[in-house]
């Protein structure tokens, strides 16, 4: 195994670094090498910027288009109205 060493790092950075350890059980060390590991090993699968992201989204609004599911907007206002009813009872004129 190689060593590395980090010099001049902020001290700012360097606090954050041992909340987060803390945070996950690890000693400092060992959250630097998952950090090190979650940035360049997992590198290798593919990863989408916000075009291709945007543009995969317009490609699934093309290919779903006119199916006929209701909006979000309509979807919370009948989430409202039933829990009225269960809130008021059907026969108070909610």
């Not at 060493?5 to 909340?19: K, P, W, Y």
């Not at 350890?21 to 630097?32: I, P, Q």
């Not at 291709?52 to 109205?81: D, Q, V, W, Y």
């Amino acid at each position: 195994m190689a060593t590395l060493t980090v010099r001049n790092l902020d001290e700012e950075l360097v606090r954050r670094l041992r909340i987060r350890a803390a945070e996950h059980g690890r000693s400092a060390e060992a959250e630097h090498r998952a950090l090190l590991h979650l940035a360049l090993a997992a590198g290798d699968e593919p990863r989408f910027g916000r075009l291709e992201a945007a543009e995969r989204l317009a490609a699934f609004r093309h290919r779903t288009a006119g199916r006929g599911s209701p909006s979000a907007a309509a979807l919370l206002e009948e989430a409202r109205a039933e829990r009225m009813t269960k809130l008021a009872g059907p026969g108070d004129g909610a």
